[in-house]
């Protein structure tokens, strides 16, 4: 089956360290987006990417950053820059050039500084 | 730059009543996408209805309808005959045309409004 894969499920870090989030879609899609979620909260954009080697800013991308090697793969990275990690994140993919072409969803990673 | 507006922070509903959740936008793109996520308690994304920005009519998607005003860019929600399983939290979205240039296909999202249906 076609989707998103978001990995691990739940994710602890002690403070200082860097931790990447994993995203992998099998949908052929050239999008794909990061977003951070705090409770009761909308989701703000982090990251996004519409090609291989290419992604451009969100509204929230200090203390992150990503890489898009793979058409299939975005990796998340929570460096230690960011102050206040603890939160939902949640990837998303869609098709490029149709902006009528609704975003795929996977199911999170919950983000915990211990 | 593009923006998402939800001005409703918590809604209450009584059972098989109908409600609206109110969105608004703003952008400089004449082309653009509108769209309505359902987020239950489990934390998934789920689609609910799209709408275009060249659309003439509302979009509906069985017991949705997207309530398109234009010229007020406003694109509201409307949950008919609601169910207790409608209660979630509701999220309004645009995104931005990709071209390559100056419009990158940004997708940004409202603050969302939380939906209570009462039995």
């Known amino acids: 089956d076609g989707g998103i894969t978001q990995s691990p499920k739940y994710l602890f870090r002690k403070e200082g360290q860097n931790v990447t989030l994993s995203c992998e879609q099998n949908?052929?899609?050239?999008?794909m987006y990061w977003y951070r979620q705090d409770p009761g909260q909308g989701l703000r954009l982090i990251y996004y990417s519409q090609i291989v080697n290419d992604f451009q800013k969100g509204d929230i991308a200090e203390g992150y950053s990503v890489s898009r090697e793979k058409k299939e793969s975005f990796p998340l990275t929570v460096t230690s820059a960011q102050k206040n990690p603890t939160a939902f994140y949640l990837c998303a993919s869609s098709r490029r050039r149709d902006s009528g072409t609704e975003a795929f969803f996977g199911q999170g990673t919950r983000l915990t500084v211990v | 730059a593009q923006k998402i507006t939800q001005t409703q922070p918590g809604m209450f509903v009584q059972e098989k009543e109908a409600v609206t959740l109110d969105c608004t936008y703003d952008t400089s793109d004449p082309s653009y996408g509108l769209f309505w996520y359902k987020q239950p308690s489990s934390g998934e994304m789920i689609f609910l209805i799209y709408?275009?920005?060249?659309?003439?009519q509302n979009a509906t998607e069985g017991r949705y309808s997207l309530n398109f005003q234009k010229a007020r860019k406003s694109a509201n929600l409307v949950i008919s005959a609601s169910q207790l399983g409608d209660s979630a939290m509701y999220f309004c979205a645009m995104r931005e045309p990709y071209t390559g240039g100056t419009s990158y296909g940004k997708l940004t999202f409202g603050q969302g409004t939380i939906l209570t249906v009462h039995p």
């Open positions: 709408q275009g920005s060249y659309d003439q």
């Open positions: 949908l052929n899609h050239d999008a």
